[in-house]
């Protein structure tokens, strides 16, 4: 089952920066935290995932706070491709099954 | 990351017959590939956890008969959708595990008519 809460919806201003909030309060100490994109009728595409650092990468950057109960995703100047559900997931690391939860609908206005 | 593939990408077919999806690992040989299905404006439900060579293992609900997944190499999982009905229009995605990481297919649109 999924352990994340997610909002089901935001809306960003193109070229802005978007701030996806989860929250993961049940987390277990050797699980990641993992982000996925949909775009409408595709695949879930992988964005970034951590464990307890700050990570940052081509796409986006993810912070963790302290306690890990919590994290934001950051897409740091949203476009409108980036338009889709994003879901937050945690796993194991090198676990198997991925369980996903509601996930946000992000829309990006331009 | 690797590359995953899906065929067909959408099909129909008449409520009573059964439908094959296929599911390709083109670039990474998978030992462990997964079957979600989307009803529309949800999330994506994990329906099994397909392993090569051996049976594959379902989610709590899915019946594995209707459900018929074959493994048979390390680049190919196929989900039939036996005697469809109506109720089982939705979309079909695969995934592979890579690593840390799962690398989702497009998906297949199923709709039964």
């Known amino acids: 089952d999924a352990k994340t809460t997610q909002p089901p919806s935001m809306d960003c201003a193109e070229g802005r920066a978007a701030n996806l909030p989860c929250n993961h309060s049940t987390i277990s100490g050797n699980e990641y935290v993992y982000w996925y994109r949909q775009i409408h009728s595709q695949g879930p595409q992988y964005i970034i995932h951590g464990l307890k650092n700050n990570e940052t990468n081509e796409m986006a950057s993810l912070i963790i706070t302290e306690d890990r109960k919590s994290s934001t995703l950051i897409l740091p100047h949203a476009t409108l491709r980036d338009t889709a559900v994003y879901y937050c997931i945690v796993r194991v690391d090198n676990g198997n099954q991925f369980y996903f939860g509601t996930g946000t609908s992000l829309t990006v206005i331009p | 990351g690797a590359v995953v593939s899906q065929h067909p990408s959408w099909v129909i077919c008449k409520s009573g017959t059964s439908v094959k999806i296929e599911c390709r690992s083109l670039?990474?040989?998978?030992?462990?590939m997964f079957w979600y299905r989307q009803f529309p404006k949800q999330s994506l439900m994990l329906m099994a956890t397909s392993n090569e060579g051996s049976k594959a293992t379902y989610e709590q609900g899915v019946e594995k008969d209707k459900f018929l997944i074959n493994h048979a190499s390390l680049t190919l999982s196929t989900l039939t959708v036996t005697s469809a009905h109506p109720e089982d229009s939705s979309f079909y995605i695969c995934?592979?595990?890579?690593?840390?990481?799962?690398?989702f297919g497009p998906g297949t649109r199923l709709t039964v008519t």
């Open positions: 670039d990474f040989q998978a030992t462990t």
């Open positions: 995934s592979v595990r890579g690593g840390n990481e799962q690398y």
